[in-house]
């Protein structure tokens, strides 16, 4: 049983394409996140969901948009891919606020290749 | 905004030996809490250790274990009697306990290599 799937696991698109990118949890978590992992292996955050809603934004440009139907799903749309959006991008969950103490659970990523 | 630095960008050691990996953050918070996550060429991101800042016992994983310094903002992570499985990218990670800011802030990693 996979506690945080994603899909797809690779994308491959032009530049100037739309795409999504799905995640889905069944840990029952009300916290879910998507990162962002450079090719220097860097990892940031972008957006952080909390019961369906937006908790955290970090600066990142408006044509990424995350949507969360449910504390189970929360999926990142990318309009207007451009090649420095190449990356591997990862979904993780956790407990609810104010667990700190619970660790990320990470999907697998997915590495999307812009050309 | 807490930072999290990771200066070994490279570590190898030999299987079987000890290695430490350092981390040290920046933070002016008293509460918060501290990952280390290991990824694997396979690009999982595996937790390996935790420990919360209030515990003053070093946390203990099996073969790993954590040198907590929470005056010196340090969190280095030791590896036992290595083995070629231990070969990965590792992270060190900050996490705050308030509301609203629970994001794990990420070093930028050390790639450690096991030689046989």
């Known amino acids: 049983d996979t506690a945080v799937s994603q899909t797809p696991k690779y994308l491959v698109t032009q530049m100037g394409n739309d795409k999504s990118i799905k995640c889905e949890q069944n840990l029952g978590h009300d916290t879910m996140y998507w990162y962002k992992q450079d090719s220097k292996k860097f990892l940031k955050i972008m957006f952080s969901y909390n019961n369906k809603e937006l908790i955290i934004n970090e600066t990142v440009p408006n044509r990424f948009s995350p949507k969360s139907p449910d504390k189970a799903h929360l999926n990142l749309h990318i309009n207007s891919l451009e090649l420095g959006d190449s990356a591997v991008y990862f979904c993780a969950s956790s407990q609810e606020a104010g667990r700190g103490n619970s660790p990320l659970h990470f999907g697998n990523g997915t590495r999307l290749t812009v050309t | 905004a807490q930072t999290v630095t990771q200066s070994q960008p490279e570590m190898s050691v030999q299987e079987a030996e000890t290695v430490t990996l350092s981390c040290t953050y920046d933070t002016s918070e008293s509460d918060y809490y501290l990952f280390w996550y290991k990824q694997p060429p396979s690009r999982q991101m595996i937790l390996v250790i935790r420990?919360?800042?209030?515990?003053?016992q070093n946390a203990t994983e099996n073969r790993f274990s954590v040198n907590f310094q929470k005056a010196a903002k340090s969190f280095s992570l030791k590896i036992s009697d290595s083995q070629l499985g231990d070969a990965a990218m590792y992270f060190c990670a900050y996490r705050s306990s308030n509301f609203g800011n629970e994001k794990l802030t990420f070093g930028t990693g050390t790639r450690l290599t096991i030689i046989p």
């Open positions: 420990q919360e800042a209030y515990k003053q």
